[in-house]
């Protein structure tokens, strides 16, 4: 863990969309509290579109340069997935707090590798799993954690979307982004479902993949058209996942489907009342429960919402400065990995898959 100290100095690996519309932005708006120092990108035009858009003065092609200023506290990996893994274990042993984009990793062994270095060398390893800073999670979790749901048994995660593979970067390549909707967008809902559940510890899971769509080219890509020929990623997941409290999920994900409308949504079933929810969305929050032999629906008023790239940044900052335990730890980004894993090999096997989360 970091010692305290009053303000922080910021490197970023990584200069593209999640850098300049998230991660920056959010440092930008805690000037008393960090400042970014340096970017670093193997392109340069846009490491240096970064750094003059938001006032950074040091630009690096290679981020290991970067990693040796002293000045520089804590790191954002902001990269494909396939580029998490090492610098995060880079940033980590040059001694600097991490926040690595979700999903940690492309798979459970090499996001293991990850909160095992961030043990060894007693650094904050944080993932950008954002959504559980809305508004709507942060209710359902104090809901939660105050016994007013009872015993949640069952829930149903699901992030689908009819037509959304991705036009543009590397998100239909199984080699570099480890999977497809399931570990894109799936791990947002996943994280979300099990924050408000109080994240139980997954024990197994079993799952099918399917590819129906996303070798075709006569199928419409609302999201850009992608390259068909290739598309070596799932473009539909579905998992149940088995958790030590005894509590079973259902988590559904696609890119592509013939479904009505896009899903992003969880459901928890509890004995004393029963939650329907949609991230980012309080105005669709609903509780159904029952009282002296009558049902209710309920619906909560006045939440409003925050900025959830914002709130995520400033958690991250602010466990740094704090000497704190960060509020989306490693070990539950390297849990989310585990399931996927296990959700993968079940679709080869035909098994139920036993998840390891063993970290020495």
């Known amino acids: 863990m970091s010692k305290a100290k009053k303000k922080l100095g910021i490197g970023i690996i990584g200069s593209g969309g999640i850098a300049q519309n998230a991660h920056m932005p959010g440092y930008a708006k805690l000037p008393e509290k960090c400042k970014i120092i340096a970017i670093s990108d193997i392109n340069a035009d846009s490491a240096k579109e970064a750094a ?14 970067m990693l040796k200023m002293d000045e520089i506290d804590a790191i954002s990996v902001c990269t494909p997935n396939f580029l998490h893994m090492q610098p995060t274990i880079d940033a980590l042993k040059a001694g600097k707090d991490v926040l690595c984009e979700k999903p940690l990793a492309r798979t459970g062994e090499e996001a293991r590798k990850m909160v095992q270095v961030a043990k060894d060398t007693k650094r904050l390893l944080q993932v950008g799993l ?12 104090k809901y939660v954690s105050e016994g007013r749901m009872g015993d949640i048994y069952f829930a149903r995660a ?16 199984k080699d570099k982004q480890g999977g497809g909707p399931l570990i894109d967008i799936g791990v947002h809902i996943l994280d979300y479902t099990l924050y408000c559940m109080g994240y139980p510890k997954a024990v197994s ?14 199928v419409v890509g609302l999201m850009g058209q992608w390259d068909y020929k290739k598309f070596t990623v799932e473009d539909f997941a579905v998992g149940m996942i088995r958790f030590d409290n005894g509590a079973t999920v259902i988590l559904e994900s696609s890119f592509c489907a013939n479904i009505s409308k896009d899903v992003f949504a969880t459901e928890l079933m509890g004995t004393k009342s029963g939650v ?5 969305d309080p105005s669709q ?9 009558q049902l209710y629906n309920m619906e909560p008023c006045g939440l409003g919402e925050s900025n959830q790239y914002s709130d995520e940044i400033a958690a991250f900052v602010d466990s740094i400065l704090e000497g704190k335990p960060s509020q989306v730890p490693g070990e539950q980004g390297f849990m989310l990995n585990a399931i996927f894993d296990a959700i993968y090999k079940s679709t080869e096997t035909g098994r139920e898959e036993l998840i390891d989360l063993t970290i020495k």
């Open 158 to 173: 699901q992030a689908l979307r009819r037509r959304g593979i991705p036009g543009w970067g590397v998100f239909i390549d």
């Open 285 to 293: 929050l609903k509780i159904a429960t029952e009282d002296n032999m």
């Open 205 to 218: 899971a079993s799952g099918m993949t399917y590819q129906k769509f996303g070798k075709r080219g006569d």
């Open 52 to 65: 003059e858009k938001f006032n950074v003065k040091h630009v690096f092609s290679d981020y290991q340069e």
């Open 130 to 141: 954002h959504y559980r800073f809305t508004s709507t999670a942060k209710f359902i979790h």
């Open 276 to 280: 329907y929810s949609v991230p980012g």
